[in-house]
Nanobody, 119 residues
């Protein structure tokens, strides 16, 4: 099992920056992909950015050029650097890890961290 703990959320003005961190523990050796999702008030949880073990990344169109996902394998931590924040980025941000044991794939979620962008 993988445990995830997020940190770094908060309140920021439009145009500002925040960096989210997600520390993984437990069965980290079997993680193949880590990602950030977000869920705005009354909305659904959508992918923001993902990174594989090989370093490949993908982003939601709405954050391309503004957000950067990265990972520190030595510390089992993934980051989301968010620049040029907009009010529509306001959401609860969740860290996600996908790991595989044999043929079985598991999904783990963090508890979420609130990001609020004021106009």
């Amino acid at each position: 099992q993988v445990q995830l703990v997020e940190s770094g959320g908060g309140l920021v003005q439009a145009g500002g920056s925040l960096r989210l961190s997600c520390a993984a523990s437990g069965r980290v050796f079997s993680i193949s992909r880590m990602a950030w999702y977000r869920q705005p008030p009354g909305g659904q949880r959508d992918l923001v950015a993902a990174i594989t073990n090989g370093g490949s990344t993908n982003y939601a169109d709405s954050v391309k050029g503004r957000f950067t996902i990265s990972r520190d394998n030595g510390n089992n931590t993934v980051y989301l650097q968010m620049n040029s924040l907009k009010p529509e980025d306001t959401a609860v941000y969740y860290c996600h890890a996908r790991d595989r044991v044999g043929l079985v794939e598991y999904n783990s979620w963090g508890q979420g961290t609130q990001v609020t962008v004021s106009s």
